[in-house]
């Protein structure tokens, strides 16, 4: 699946945000979908999780530095999942990617969107 990820931009502390990622297929059978953040010099981290549960909401898991601020959440009808943001805080500047497709032997994501800054000013 095609993955395109949007919604980055400059916010202040305290702002919100909402990153979308639209697949390119129905996502409903997509047994899980997430994203990703990487800041400069630092390695790649999960974000937030959402696993597939068909028509339903399906089970999230978060970063625990970003629990109770940031909620994933999935529109079947629209192939998109969001990432939205609150309360943000300047150590949330990354590269945000979204990917989906996890691959239970190589333990990983197997398609991924190209990124978008979110860049938190204080």
């Known amino acids: 699946v095609q993955l395109q990820a949007s919604g980055g931009g400059l916010v202040q502390a305290g702002g919100s945000l909402r990153l979308s990622c639209v697949a390119s297929r129905s996502i409903v059978s997509i047994n899980a979908m997430g994203w990703y953040r990487q800041a400069p010099g630092k390695e790649r981290e999960l974000v937030a999780s959402?696993?597939?549960?068909?028509?339903?909401?399906?089970?999230?898991n978060y970063e625990p530095s970003v629990r109770g601020r940031f909620t994933i959440s999935r529109d079947n009808a629209k192939n998109t999942v969001y990432l939205l943001m609150n309360s943000l805080k300047p150590e949330d500047t990354a590269v945000y990617y979204c990917?989906?497709?996890?691959?239970?032997?190589?333990?990983?994501?197997?398609?991924w969107g190209q990124g978008t800054l979110v860049t938190v000013s204080s």
């Open positions: 959402i696993i597939s549960g068909g028509l339903s909401g399906g089970i999230t």
């Open positions: 990917a989906a497709e996890f691959d239970d032997m190589s333990m990983s994501f197997s398609s």
